[in-house]
């Protein structure tokens, strides 16, 4: 520092910009709320049960099952076939049902195509609603309007993909290129004409990837859906868990695991090759 | 081009192209219709069921909700508070432990051998669904909301993992040979040069986790893991339907509200502070458009979720 001399002005750092307060503030929300919700008073008490499992050691009950777990039975491989493909069944059907209804909600929930304000409003007000109903929950309800099997189940996925895909595509129609809208518009289409040849074309690739998406999802629902009686490998996953048949739930869970992970593969495979 | 020196024929009408053959999309149409039918041979779904359906969730729906019980409200709220408690840490769970896969898994920043196996760990980990996650985590942790906490928080992270490596890998690499060039650490990499630009859209992430977490966990309950799920299954099973309309009615408002906040916050990290002034009538469309949504189907589009 002594060594400059007055003829050189040394370059000037920039100062350092302070962090915003607005940080400390959310840092300290946030520990509040964790805490809040992980203390024994006020919350699940996440602490004392991990430092009481922890403390106690695994119980001999716990370590048989799993024993059990860790050696599947795979004798029972042939009876979880027709199951299996129920629940393959209910995937395919529910998201084609879905995703053809999710086109339609789609194109009323996007500020292009919606043809009118309250159209929209009232089209995002039902699909929010719907989207805040888990899965499992509409097939709860529907399970006790229509009664145990596989038509609830299709039912819930129906909801759900609406929700899923309508939401998704929505937002793609928002961002479109106006060129074939106002084409559309010169040549005095219609909502549905203008729709059909000025925004369709445009979203096809996104919508097909956003339905194999769907399916993906439906599988691994449709996978649990029958843990509340909507049909399916759940059914049977439930039945074994009930009997305390770990050994046949093991099994059960390592086929839904391969089952949903090659599902995953070949969606996000076609997926890419759809957009490439 | 040789267009210059060879000038294109002369036709007196202008040639218009071909029409395209639609082979594709027949044929998709075709494969469409033959699963549709395989499917509905095999799900055994009975015809009479299905036509009184409709009438039947009329019924239900009147039974939920025309006559509420205002005493289950409370019950119903506890369950809720519960629900979103579980999908609180559950996310925080995640939130940590994929942070450091997200790295490990961005094809920019980790070798391409550890960046392949990430991802596959990470797309293993999403294919256990949280209520199986739960029949296994109970035969440890027991019956209560502490089981349900810890599968959310394990199936989180692999969602979280590969949408946060997707922000990993859209920086700038500026930053990245700026740390190289003073000869920094792997660690001082990750710190200086990703964390800074990846970090708002990888916590608008967490918190769109977050209010994905709780409709997961508004239903984990129905294994025994806590929350309001249980409530509904029981009074549902029981037909006390004004108190099961009552947990319903609470489920999607209390959910529909944190979704508002949660989502504020989000487009207020992304796009920062100027945005929330109404500028004129543009601006304000323009923030109708969610980033995290836009984010998600990108994602989804391009197969890398």
Same mark, same amino acid.
């Given at each position: 520092m002594s060594a400059t001399d007055a003829g050189t002005v040394a370059p000037q750092r920039p100062t350092k910009p302070r962090p915003s307060p607005m940080r400390y503030v959310a840092v300290g929300v946030v520990a509040l709320l964790t805490w809040l919700a992980a203390s024994d008073l006020t919350g699940i008490g996440l602490v004392s049960r991990l430092q009481r499992t922890f403390a106690d050691g695994i119980p001999d009950r716990t370590a048989e099952i799993f024993d059990q777990i860790l050696s599947p039975?795979?004798?029972i491989l042939g009876a979880t076939v027709d199951p299996f493909l129920e629940t393959l069944a209910m995937a395919v059907l529910g998201t084609l049902l879905g995703c053809s209804l999710a086109l339609l909600v789609a194109f009323g929930a996007s500020a292009i195509t919606a043809g009118g304000r309250k159209r929209l409003a009232g089209t995002r007000s039902i699909m929010s609603v719907i989207r805040s109903v888990p899965d499992v929950m509409w097939a709860l309800v529907f399970v006790s309007a229509v009664?145990?099997?596989t038509i609830s189940g299709l039912l819930a996925l129906v909801l759900f993909n609406i929700g899923v895909v309508a939401k998704l595509l929505s937002e793609t129609i928002d961002a479109v290129d106006t060129g074939p809208l106002e084409a559309a518009d010169a040549a005095g289409a219609g909502i549905i004409a203008r729709a059909r040849t000025a925004v369709f074309p445009q979203v096809l690739p996104n919508y097909l990837a956003f339905s194999l998406y769907a399916f993906e999802i439906n599988v691994r629902a449709s996978a649990v859906l029958g843990l509340v009686g909507a049909g399916g490998i759940g059914q049977l996953l439930l039945f074994f868990r009930n009997r305390f048949d770990y050994d046949r739930v093991s099994l059960v869970v390592v086929e839904i695991f391969v089952f949903v992970f090659l599902t995953e593969l070949l969606s996000i495979t076609l997926r890419r090759r759809l957009t490439e | 081009m040789s267009a210059v020196t060879s000038a294109p024929r002369r036709t007196d009408k202008p040639q218009r192209p071909d029409a395209p053959s639609g082979f594709g999309r027949k044929a998709g149409f075709v494969i469409v219709l033959v699963l549709a039918v395989l499917a509905w041979n095999a799900a055994g779904l009975q015809l009479d069921k299905l036509v009184r359906a409709p009438a039947r969730i009329l019924r239900l729906a009147e039974l939920l909700?025309? /006559?509420?019980? /205002? $005493?289950?409200f409370g019950i119903a709220m506890q369950g809720m508070l519960e629900s979103v408690q579980m999908a609180w840490l559950g996310t925080l769970i995640a939130a940590v432990l994929s942070l450091p896969l997200s790295l490990l898994a961005a094809r920019n920043v980790s070798g391409r051998f550890g960046s392949e196996a990430t991802r596959q760990v990470l797309n293993g980990i999403r294919a256990f669904p949280e209520l199986v996650l739960v029949i296994l985590i109970v035969t440890v942790f027991g019956l209560g909301p502490v089981t349900g906490t810890i599968a959310l928080g394990i199936h989180s992270i692999g969602t979280l993992g590969k949408l946060s490596s997707e922000a990993v890998e859209s920086i700038d690499r500026g930053p990245l040979e700026a740390v190289d060039a003073v000869g920094g650490t792997w660690a001082q990499r990750m710190r200086w040069g990703v964390l800074p630009q990846a970090m708002p859209e990888i916590v608008a992430f967490w918190l769109y986790r977050f209010e994905i977490n709780i409709r997961a966990s508004a239903v984990l309950? @129905? @294994?025994? %893991?806590?929350?309001i799920g249980a409530q509904l299954t029981e009074t549902l099973r029981y037909k006390e339907f004004g108190r099961a309309g009552m947990a319903f009615v609470v489920v999607v408002v209390v959910t529909l509200m944190i979704d508002a906040i949660s989502g504020r916050i989000r487009r207020r990290i992304i796009s920062? %502070? %100027? *945005? *929330?002034? $109404? @500028?004129d009538g543009e601006a304000k469309a323009q923030l109708e458009v969610d980033p995290i949504i836009a984010a998600e189907a990108g994602a989804v589009r391009d197969g890398e979720v």
């Open positions: 039975d795979w004798s009664g145990t099997g | 909700f025309l /006559w509420p019980q /205002w $005493d289950a309950g @129905v @294994v025994g %893991a806590g929350g920062g %502070a %100027a *945005d *929330d002034r $109404d @500028v």
